[in-house]
Nanobody, 119 residues
């Protein structure tokens, strides 16, 4: 079984930065795409950023130019560097990984980490 654990959330003032981490653990698996999603109270979940195993990235329009996703395949870990944070970035941020294990492919989600940006 594969698990994802996020870390790095917290409270920051507008204009500040945070770095989130998402680490995958388990046995006999590989990871294709890794994504960061976020969901604020009353809002739909939205894709923040994604990265393929080869490092191809994609960003939501609201974070382009401010956030950067990266990954370390050797550590099965993805990162989300968030700069120039705004109050509207406040949300629970969750990591999702496209897992391949034996003959199966499936998504695994982390538990989420709260990011709060004060004005």
């Amino acid at each position: 079984q594969v698990q994802l654990v996020e870390s790095g959330g917290g409270l920051v003032q507008a204009g500040g930065s945070l770095r989130l981490s998402c680490a995958a653990s388990g046995n006999s698996f590989s990871i294709n795409t890794m994504d960061w999603y976020r969901q604020a109270p009353g809002d739909q979940r939205e894709l923040v950023a994604s990265i393929t195993r080869d490092g191809i990235t994609n960003y939501g329009d609201s974070v382009k130019g401010r956030f950067a996703i990266s990954r370390d395949n050797a550590k099965n870990t993805a990162y989300l560097q968030m700069n120039s944070l705004k109050p509207e970035d406040t949300a629970v941020y969750s990591c999702r990984a496209d897992i391949r294990r034996f003959l199966h492919t499936y998504y695994v989600w982390g538990q989420g980490t709260q990011v709060t940006v004060s004005s």
